[in-house]
Structure formats: C-alpha cells, structure tokens
C-alpha cells in the first residue's frame, strides 16, 4: 500500500504511527484523490474526524482526514497544507454527509472556507465577529477582559484555584481518614486473632 501511494502520489511522507494508524501528507491538489484511491482500494471508507492545526510560524493549517475501513480495525491520516491568509480548500461534503458539519466546525474555529460545504452558517458561536477563537493569534485574556462581565461581588463568585485547592484537600483529608480506618480496623483484627 505505501509504495503504491509513494509511486503514485510522489511523497515520502509515509508514517506508520503503529501497526493500525497510519498516516500520510500529500499536496493539497492531491489530497482527494488519496482520499479516494485508499476508500477503493484498501477499504478505508469511514470518515472518523476532520482536524484542523495552526501553524501560525509557517503561514498554515495543517488538514488532517481520518479514515477508518468498516471493519474499524485501522485507521488512515491524510493530512494537507493550506495557507492561513488565504484559508479555503474544497469540501468532501458531496462524497461524506458527516463532513458538513466538521467543516462547518473548522470553518467556525479557525475561519476556513471549504468551497461546495452548503451550511457554513454558525455553529455555536452566535453573532462572532472576532478573529475565530482557535487561531493562535487569538488572544483569549483579552477577549475575556475587553467583553465579558465579571462576576466580582455576586454571591456565586468563585476563585477556582483556591475552590479546586480547597477541594483537593478534602478529598486527601477523605482518603486518609479512610485509610486510618482501615488500619484500625486491621489492628484491632490482629489482637482479637491473638486472644
């Protein structure tokens, strides 16, 4: 299978993660037809997941698909580059359904167009006018700052660090406390096992 795709779509990037998950980076142009060639030929016709990663130092995403055969027992990585500034690639919506809406996803989280998707409306993000809120360049603190409300002088107003410190303390407060039971209890079996 690997020299097929080496030969046939001229990469060297072939990774055999471990003996079921494999994966493989191929151009853009390219990427459907891989796509295609491993859903007829080696039975990988699940679309498990479309991912997205920001390299934001080298001017891209990162697309990956993965595809599992039916039998679900591997897995198949294609992964792509597509340029930030100009983040746009075709949509596998005709050829998957499922795939409309992980776009749809990625195109609501890092501002990608794929061309053909026919529902690129919000997702979750209602009314989002900001830079979309996984590119790295987002500034998550300052978002936070600048729109929303605190909750400073409300009687639900929680410091969570000290709220999860305080809760890890009873929890560790709880398992000694069990833990000297339980020697007690073991104790005090040795001395009636004595009597």
């Not at 809120?133 to 000290?162: M, Q, S």
Request: net charge negative; with cysteine.
């Amino acid at each position: 299978m690997f020299n097929a795709i080496k030969n046939q779509f001229a990469t060297n990037d072939v990774e055999v993660k471990r003996n079921n998950l494999y994966k493989v980076e191929v151009v853009r142009e390219r990427v459907f037809e891989l796509i295609h060639f491993i859903g007829n030929n080696y039975n990988y016709k699940i679309l498990n997941a479309i991912t997205c990663t920001d390299w934001i130092e080298d001017g891209h995403f990162a697309i990956t698909y993965m595809f599992s055969t039916l039998d679900r027992k591997s897995t198949f990585m294609i992964q792509t580059m597509i340029n930030r500034e100009d983040a746009q690639i075709n949509s596998l919506e005709n050829d998957f359904a499922q795939a409309q809406i992980m776009e749809r996803d990625l195109h609501e989280m890092y501002g990608i167009d794929f061309l053909g998707n026919t529902n690129l409306k919000e997702l979750s993000l209602e009314n989002w006018v900001h830079t979309p809120p996984l590119r790295r360049e987002f500034d998550t603190l300052e978002f936070v700052n600048e729109h929303l409300t605190f909750r400073e002088g409300r009687d639900d107003n929680i410091d969570t660090k000290a709220e999860t410190k305080r809760l890890r303390a009873i929890k560790k407060a709880e398992k000694e406390a069990a833990k000297k039971l339980e020697e007690e209890a073991e104790a005090k079996e040795d001395i009636d096992g004595k009597k």
